[in-house]
């Protein structure tokens, strides 16, 4: 049994990890890590682990990771995991990286909204760990950038669309929400409970750092340069990610091609369930889950696809879909330690 160590474990997507991590049937949960919290009990952070778990938080130290773990999960600050992993590949350990520090193949993009990347060359090592796209890749990979939430919610629906040349590639149009965990566990006053509850608003428009992140997947994918207007708003709840894109749809295509390719797709993806008989995402549905739900419309009169999809940012958006990635690394399972029964209400 493979064993796997959390790096940066007491911040919200590094806490999912810990909860998923100590569930899954494949695994072994063996360190966790926290410059904070060093000395304290796990779940002296988080109690909703009480009964479950006995490890004490750590300070970082390579030598213990590279004695005790077979596959690291890296859930911290960008730039501090460049400066983490040569060593831990050097170690022959595989390596998921929830920052932005190894989703982009262009340095060029990454240091124009992050900062100087150190270790350039293991761009192109990493794999971008879209799940469902990249499977096969992530499967044969030692590194892996994990995708950022707002992206993992906006590409997964359009990808397959864009593939086979269903939409156009030109002005596309993303209108993304986000629970305020989105905003990590340090204190900012944007996500004081004053701020946030009772109000719902834009931010960081057209400016956000997961754009480049999407343009440069959906370059890829359309085989030129192509860029999304891409606008993120702050929902006043914990947690949840609903995503509303639009796209103009080619000549002769309809409902039924749309559902067609959604469906060769994802149709054996345990992941991805799309909506039917009307139905319409409702990040409610993916609460604590990895699942991404995505259903769509057709604006006939404007030629207009619109494209929704729900996804828990702190899961399928960050350490679910992290496990995932592991899952495939290792050979196992997608759905090993990833199947909780979604809450109805």
Do not use: W
Not at 42 to 50: K, R
Not at 189 to 215: G, I, T
């Amino acid at each position: 049994m493979s064993r796997v160590a959390v790096v940066g474990a007491t911040g919200y997507a590094g806490a999912e990890l810990v909860r998923i991590l100590t569930g899954h049937p494949g695994v072994t949960l063996t360190k966790v890590t926290s410059r904070q919290f060093a000395g304290q009990p796990f779940t002296a952070i988080y109690p909703a682990l009480t009964g479950l778990t006995d490890l004490v938080c750590e300070t970082y130290d390579a030598a213990r990771i590279k004695n005790m773990a077979d596959v690291v999960f890296l859930s911290l600050p960008h730039q501090l995991p460049m400066s983490l992993v040569p060593e831990l590949l050097e170690a022959g350990l595989r390596v998921i990286d929830l920052s932005a520090d190894f989703r982009f193949s262009d340095v060029r993009r990454y240091e124009a909204v992050y900062q100087s990347h150190t270790v350039p060359g293991l761009l192109d090592q990493a794999v971008y760990g879209l799940s469902e796209i990249y499977a096969d890749r992530i499967r044969e990979a030692h590194l892996i950038g994990n995708p950022g939430c707002y992206p993992t919610c906006v590409l997964l629906p359009l990808i397959p669309l864009i593939r086979s040349g269903l939409v156009s590639p030109v002005n596309l149009v993303a209108d993304a929400k986000s629970g305020v965990s989105g905003a990590g566990r340090s204190l900012s006053l944007a996500a004081h409970f004053c701020e946030a509850s009772e109000s719902f608003k834009p931010y960081k428009v057209a400016e956000h750092r997961h754009n480049p992140e999407m343009d440069e997947v959906l370059s890829r994918e359309a085989g030129h340069a192509v860029h999304i207007t891409f606008v993120p708003h702050l929902l006043p709840m914990s947690r949840g990610m609903l995503a509303t894109s639009y796209a103009r749809i080619m000549p002769s295509v309809d409902s039924g091609r749309i559902m067609e390719c959604l469906n060769d797709s994802y149709g054996t993806s345990p992941f991805v369930r799309l909506c039917r008989d009307n139905r319409i995402p409702d990040t409610r549905n993916v609460r604590g889950t990895n699942f991404i739900d995505i259903g769509f419309r057709l604006d006939d009169t404007g030629g207009t696809l619109v494209l929704m999809s729900a996804i828990d940012n702190l899961v399928k958006g960050a350490a679910g879909q992290a496990v995932q990635n592991m899952n495939l690394m290792l050979g196992l399972d997608d759905r090993a330690g990833l199947m909780p029964v979604p809450y109805p209400l």
